[in-house]
């Protein structure tokens, strides 16, 4: 029955019998919980788009006051360095590594992302010192709440990778661990795909 | 809001209840705002006493609040809308009664019941409530108790996510039942556009309290989606094809779909709304980039597939009981799977006809008032599809085919009105008029409303055990059908003489006799409320007589009605495995279909857990703490919610097993019952002498 | 087909009827049209109906039919408890309704584009503008040097070009018997145009809830045969003069009666004519939005946040 139980992510397999079949409905769930999630960006990269414009600035800074690529791509590097390294742990839980490698990947996760985050907010302190607060314009207002966003899903993320190191530490790598992170690594990587959207259409357009 | 923010009350003071405003003037809108916060302190201490009297708090707790039981948690959402359709009627009828007083003058202060700032209350509530707080939890309670049951399943897909999702739609409920003690509501109508709902020209809690109503239970509302989604692609039964399916299943299918992709986009537009108020951002104000065209684009996305979340499990309803009660095949099922698609899919190509008058080019409007045509094609065929198939059928007038006949010859009006106002030409004159809320409400009372007190009726001896009375239940349609005729006929013509929605006064006296009719339906509309309260008493009183313990009081051809009524909490002895569309139909055609199964086992299920409802308690203690500006509460019950997740997530929670031996009993006691019981035909459906056990020779369809 | 239309036609003209009989007020309603495009836009609200029926008998005389002829206590005809499918059926099911929506639709996009509120219905359109304001509006006719407070007068015969803002929430202003109603938004413009064909008096409004003066944000219209007109303009060059000052008393949030309070007229409502005391005050009102910075009460026309409040002070 294992052929018709994929589900989208990477999948335990057959030799984890119970985890297997759970993730089947669990992490389905999930991957329908983050399309809706999806929506929601997708409304605000609208958003962002239809302020975008002379009358949205309200002659307040603009892209290219504010943005510094080069903090951008730091920020780029962090996050999509993050995601490759949670394969680490998504082959570990498949390969069954055990808890410390387990952990020690969770960890550098956790880590990349915080040091994505660092520059995110270092990005926004110097905005706003520079006027670009989200009350200057319509168009700030947007830009402060799409990324904003995407950087409260970081956070999230991350706390939700320290609070899996404490569900490792204190119940193991049981099945219901073992869903939970495939679903963790699902949401990993969608705020990857979230910020190549955001670097792409929130940075690179308007600079361009 | 005289004075500064407190540290411990934040905006709040003794001057916020409805009673300071009595002591400061009394008059007919001051009485009449008191009273309604009395009903909510005297019902509450009612209930708090009546409770503790009969000692059901106990039960309450253990059977009820803490149960992941999907066919529970229906319930509850039933219930929670029928306290709030109450209040919107109730709302609805004082708004009739004011503007039959409210003719006036130019030159003279608006007269009437009630102030015009009270009045804007009343018709935001109205609609805040009728639409977030009554159709949705009914359609979600029902889809919550009927889902699981036909396809075959124990339960929803995450039972426990199930109880917060009922937590938060009842954390925004009571948001709303407060803000009639304490403080004010919004004045902007339920969509609440802005500019008027931004801080400048609605500072005060109001525009807040129905933001955090919306925020709390639209994310309610998602995760609902997201579940029904789920268990209808991973839970359904063995053999359970989705093209065989029950039309119900199909509908709930659409509609969760269209809460998944529809509800983020309110989210969005009143977190806009939200930040632009609590944290002065610029999304929707007048000035500083802002531009409110933006709420009205994002809100519609949400708003016109929700008309349509709204109005499909009706159609799954009606589909169901045209077939049953017509005793006959459904006619099309394949067309109406179709249609129903088309219509969930549709449905997000054409928000734009909400503001045709917005000032886009007519190329624009065209496309939008095309597409929105275009939506009625699918709608028209599931009609002709119904008629069809009572045609050559033999058809019984119980209560749910009377809404039935109601929605019919109802909804088409409504239908007509429709494709009125999707021709942007006319939609210039009567938009935003009183034309416009006679159409919405020839479209959503006898589509939404009858659709879901039919499922009611039909579904009713499922969940308790006893049918609810005929009499009673079609005295109750039948007034809800008058009801609607005399309330909101008058309101198209009043539309078409030129009154704008929402008038807190009006200068033509040619308008009054109209208002007098639609007060006049307003009083049956309040009658068809009290009808269907005493429905429920007198049934329950009678539920002795009424008992179905049989399980199948209408000789249905769906899976539910194959197990006990009330049903048991594992619903099925053991999963059923499906050969057929209308698999327990076939069953009866194939004889003797309440075959004991050949073997039992444990059965697994989600253990009671206090979670939702603690999360429903943090959610509304977060919304009353922004609403109010209590800042120390809102990060507290803000910092609670993920804290309870994470800490739940740290236990290993063992499901309750049911011996198989204890579902053995059970079942076997059931299978005796019905061979006990004598089989009724269709003639003495409506007599004492239907226990629940149809007679199966008669089973044609 | 023909004689449902003339049903529906029968039911609507008596409504018009029976509004006009009663005329002792305003008329305000497009089912008794005093220019061609409320006119056009009552034909094509009767085409509607009368097309739509083709698709809505069938269940009013259907549904009661089968009822009565297919109800279980008495039960005519055949029963045929399996039939679930028909070939022939499902073509006119679904062929009935789209032939019906492509006739709607092609009718939908002749009228849209026909009566598009943008496209000037003839040449040489009087200009007006309006402003919507709590709860009144100021339409400036800038060509006459006049602006009236809740009075809108336009020559018989002439075509009428309004172009709207509001220095407030958002609006829709509605002349039913003239034309269609458009919303007005701050910072932004958009039209209307329209013409009257016979004199008479209308009562145009405002049909988008703005506050507790909602209810009395009704305006005269007065369409007058040309002579007339002239006159009505030159009783207007005089008194009152429409600048800064006497606007922040304007932009209050009160009704027509209290505003001319306001400005020391006596508080009935009847419309305020002024004198224009600058050209260009509509172009100044749209273009205090689009100033940097956010809300200010100070700026010049009173800025764009909430307005002072009057004597009647509604307290904070």
């Known amino acids: 029955m294992s052929e018709s139980n994929l589900y989208p992510g990477l999948n335990l397999g057959d030799t984890h019998g119970e985890a297997h079949d759970q993730a089947e409905t669990t992490v389905f769930g999930f991957w329908v919980f983050l399309m809706s999630d999806l929506i929601i960006f997708g409304i605000l990269f609208a958003a962002y788009a239809a302020y975008l414009n002379p009358m949205g600035l309200a002659g307040g800074p603009g892209p290219n006051d504010l943005f510094d690529i080069k903090s951008v791509a730091i920020q780029t590097a962090f996050l999509l360095v993050g995601g490759v390294a949670y394969a680490g742990v998504s082959l570990g839980v498949k390969y069954k590594k055990g808890r410390a490698k387990l952990v020690a990947w969770l960890f550098l996760c956790a880590m990349l992302g915080t040091g994505f985050l660092f520059f995110e907010v270092k990005d926004f302190l110097s905005q706003a010192s520079e006027g670009g607060t989200p009350q200057a314009s319509g168009w700030l207002s947007a830009y402060w709440a799409l990324v904003g966003l995407h950087g409260v899903h970081v956070f999230s993320g991350i706390m939700w990778i320290l609070a899996m190191i404490g569900q490792i530490a204190t119940r193991g790598i049981d099945d219901v661990v073992k869903v939970r992170l495939s679903m963790l690594g699902v949401f990993w990587h969608f705020l990857d795909l979230i910020w190549v959207g955001i670097f792409s259409f929130v940075f690179l357009v308007p600079l361009a | ?701 | 087909m023909s004689w449902a239309k003339i049903g529906a036609g029968c039911v609507l003209a008596w409504l018009a009827t029976d509004a006009a009989m009663a005329s002792a007020t305003l008329q305000q309603s497009f089912l008794q049209p005093m220019g061609p495009v409320a006119a056009e836009q009552f034909t094509h609200l009767l085409r509607v109906v009368g097309i739509t029926m083709v698709v809505i008998l069938p269940v009013l005389v259907g549904v009661p039919f089968i009822l009565w002829r297919y109800r279980y206590a008495r039960p005519r005809g055949d029963y045929t408890p399996q039939w679930e499918f028909s070939k022939p059926l499902e073509y006119a099911l679904w062929g009935v309704p789209v032939l019906v929506v492509i006739v709607l639709a092609s009718w939908l996009w002749y009228s849209t584009q026909k009566l598009d509120p943008y496209k000037p219905v003839g040449p040489e359109s009087l200009r007006v503008q309006a402003i919507g304001l709590d709860w009144k509006w100021v339409f400036i006719y800038p060509e006459e040097g006049i602006a009236t407070v809740d009075e809108l007068a336009v020559p018989v015969g002439r075509p009428v070009e309004i172009t709207l803002t509001t220095d407030t929430v958002m609006q829709s202003l509605l002349i039913a018997p003239l034309t269609g109603q458009i919303y007005a938004m701050p910072g932004m413009t958009t039209k209307l145009n329209f013409s009257a064909t016979r004199p008479g008096e209308a009562e145009g409004e405002n049909t988008q809830f703005n506050g507790s003066g909602f209810g009395r944000q009704k305006f005269t219209v007065r369409a007058l045969a040309p002579a007339d007109y002239a006159s009505w303009v030159a009783r207007g060059r005089s008194g009152l003069v429409l600048d800064e000052n006497s606007y922040a008393m304007l932009r209050r949030q009160t009704v027509l009666a209290d505003a001319r309070g306001d400005l020391g007229l006596d508080k009935r409502a009847e419309p305020i004519v002024m004198t224009l005391g600058q050209r260009d005050i509509f172009r100044q009102i749209v273009a205090k939005y689009h100033q940097p910075g956010g809300a200010s009460a100070g700026g010049r026309w009173g800025g764009t946040g909430l307005p002072q409040t009057g004597t009647t002070g509604a307290s904070e």
């Open chain 2, 1 to 701: 809001m005289s004075g500064g923010t407190s540290p411990i009350f934040g905006n709040l003071d003794w001057n916020v209840t409805p009673y300071t405003d009595l002591l400061r003037d009394v008059n007919s809108s001051t009485i009449v705002g008191a009273g309604a916060a009395s009903v909510l302190v005297l019902g509450g201490i009612a209930t708090l006493l009546l409770f503790s009297w009969m000692r059901w708090w106990g039960p309450l707790y253990r059977n009820w609040l803490t149960s992941p039981d999907a066919k529970k948690i229906g319930i509850m959402y039933i219930a929670l809308a029928l306290v709030m359709l109450a209040r919107g009627i109730i709302e609805g009828f004082v708004m009739r009664a004011h503007q039959a007083t409210a003719l006036g003058t130019l030159a003279q202060p608006e007269g009437g019941l009630v102030a015009p700032d009270h009045f804007a209350q009343l018709f935001s509530t109205h609609g805040t409530i009728m639409i977030f707080f009554v159709a949705m939890p009914l359609l979600i309670g029902l889809i919550n108790f009927v889902l699981p049951q036909q396809l075959g399943a124990r339960d929803m897909a995450f039972p426990v996510l199930n109880q917060v999702s009922l937590g938060l739609t009842a954390a925004g409920a009571g948001l709303i039942m407060i803000s009639l003690l304490v403080g004010q509501f919004g004045t902007g109508g339920w969509t609440m556009y802005p500019p008027y709902t931004g801080k400048i020209f609605s500072p005060g809690e109001g525009v807040d309290y129905w933001l955090w109503a919306i925020l709390i239970s639209g994310m309610g509302s998602t995760l609902t989606g997201m579940n029904f989604a789920v268990t209808i692609f991973k839970e359904r039964a063995p053999g359970m094809h989705f093209m065989r399916m029950p039309l119900f299943c199909w509908t709930s299918l659409c509609v969760a779909i269209m809460l998944i992709y529809a509800m983020p986009a309110l989210t969005v537009s009143s977190a806009m709304l939200a930040l632009d108020r609590y944290a002065d951002f610029h999304f929707f104000t007048n000035d500083a980039g802002g531009n409110m065209m933006n709420y009205a684009n994002i809100f519609w996305m949400f708003g016109h597939p929700e008309v349509y979340i709204l109005i499909l499990p009706a159609f799954g309803v009606f589909s169901e009981i045209s077939s049953t009660f017509s005793g006959k095949r459904l006619y099309g099922y394949t067309s109406l799977v179709i249609a129903s698609m088309s219509i969930a899919v549709i449905s997000f190509t054409v928000w734009l006809h909400h503001f045709f008058t917005m000032g886009q080019s007519a190329g624009v409007n065209i496309a939008f008032g095309i597409a929105t045509m275009i939506i009625g094609i699918p709608t028209g065929v599931k009609i002709y599809d119904w008629m069809a198939t009572m045609w050559r059928g033999r058809v019984r007038i119980t209560t749910p085919i009377v809404y039935l006949t109601g929605f019919f010859l109802l909804f088409v009006i409504g239908g007509l009105s429709g494709i009125i106002l999707a021709n942007p030409s006319i939609d210039y004159q009567v938009h935003n008029s009183t034309f416009l809320v006679a159409h919405f409400h020839n479209v959503i009372i006898p589509g939404v409303l009858y659709g879901m007190l039919a499922g009611i009726h039909y579904w009713f001896p499922k969940a308790f055990g006893f049918r609810l009375s005929e009499t009673w239940g079609r005295r109750t349609a039948y007034l809800f059908v008058g009801g609607f005729v005399f309330t909101f006929m008058p309101l198209y013509v009043l539309g078409l003489m030129g009154m704008p929605r929402r008038s807190p006064t009006f200068q033509n006296p040619d308008f009054m006799p109209w208002m007098y009719i639609a007060a006049f339906g307003g009083v049956l509309m309040l009658c068809a409320l009290a009808s269907l309260t005493w429905t429920f008493w007198t049934s329950y009183r009678n539920r002795a007589a009424l008992a179905v313990p049989g399980g199948d009081p209408w000789n249905g051809s769906t899976l539910e009605w194959s197990t006990p009524a009330p049903v048991p909490e594992w619903t099925f002895p053991c999963i059923p495995q499906v050969t057929a569309r209308n698999e327990w139909g076939e069953r009866k055609r194939a004889g003797d279909p309440w075959q004991a199964p050949a073997e039992y086992t444990d059965i697994e299920m989600p253990a009671n857990t206090a979670h939702g409802l603690l999360i429903a308690i943090a959610a509304f203690a977060l919304g009353f703490a922004m609403v109010w500006h209590i800042w120390w509460l809102a990060i507290l019950s803000l910092l609670a919610i993920p804290g309870m997740v994470a800490l739940r997530g740290m236990r290993v929670i063992e499901p309750t097993i049911i011996p198989a031996a204890e579902v053995e009993q059970a079942d076997r006691r059931f299978r005796q019952q019905i061979a006990s019981l004598t089989p009724v035909t269709r003639a003495d459906e409506e007599t004492e002498r239907n226990r629940g056990v149809p007679d199966i020779s008669e089973f044609a369809g």
